[in-house]
């Protein structure tokens, strides 16, 4: 699909938006805007067998998650999200990597209610914040699975309890392996499938 590759094409290099300058970043958006137009599935909630799974971030407009990159010694590496619609969750982690031996991350769990054929509400129940070796990480999908089983960890483990969050997500594309999403902060989220 010529869309899809213009895309990909457009993002490539842009370390999920780290490098892209504004001239690049209009260019991209640009990119998402026709292939959302394209959308093969314009009801996502409804293939719950192409939202399922773990999608990797190629690109993002989040100045919240772009700014992880800013810290001193410290480097952004991948950042995955899971999402579970037969328990109605999203597990949100980013790779933080820096000096040896310290590599961290942080992760995010949460519930979403569908809102539409197309946007979810999200609250956020659960925070991990720690370093890697702590927390014996391995592969997200493996410690996914240990969030998911309610495993509590050494690290900074939290429940969130804002129950005033006003989060939601649209999915504005959705194929067998390419996910967009836009989030009600006015971000944009470009993620492949795992």
């Given amino acids: 699909m010529l869309g899809k590759e213009a895309l990909l094409e457009a993002i490539a290099g842009k370390n999920r938006g780290l490098l892209a300058t504004a001239t690049d970043q209009k260019a991209i958006l640009a990119a998402v805007a026709q292939l959302e137009e394209r959308n093969p599935n314009p009801n996502p909630l409804q293939t719950p067998e192409k939202l399922n799974g773990t999608w990797r971030l190629l690109f993002t407009t989040s100045q919240e998650l772009l700014r992880i990159d800013q810290f001193p010694l410290l480097k952004l590496g991948q950042i995955y999200q899971a999402i579970e619609t037969e328990t109605s969750r999203i597990y949100n982690v980013a790779e933080i990597y820096g000096l040896p031996y310290l590599e961290g991350m942080v ?10 054929d197309r946007r979810v509400k999200v609250n956020f129940e659960r925070s991990i914040i720690g370093l890697q070796r702590l927390v014996d990480y391995g592969s997200v999908n493996a410690f ?9 960890f050494r690290a900074i483990d939290f429940q969130i309890t804002n129950r005033e969050q006003k989060g939601w997500l649209d999915i504005t594309y959705l194929d067998e392996d390419l996910r967009i999403g836009r989030g009600n902060e006015g971000s944009v989220f470009v993620l492949t499938k795992n």
């Fill in 107 to 116: 992760s995010v769990v949460a519930q979403f209610i569908p809102q539409s």
């Fill in 144 to 152: 996914i699975g240990r969030i998911g089983s309610g495993e509590k």
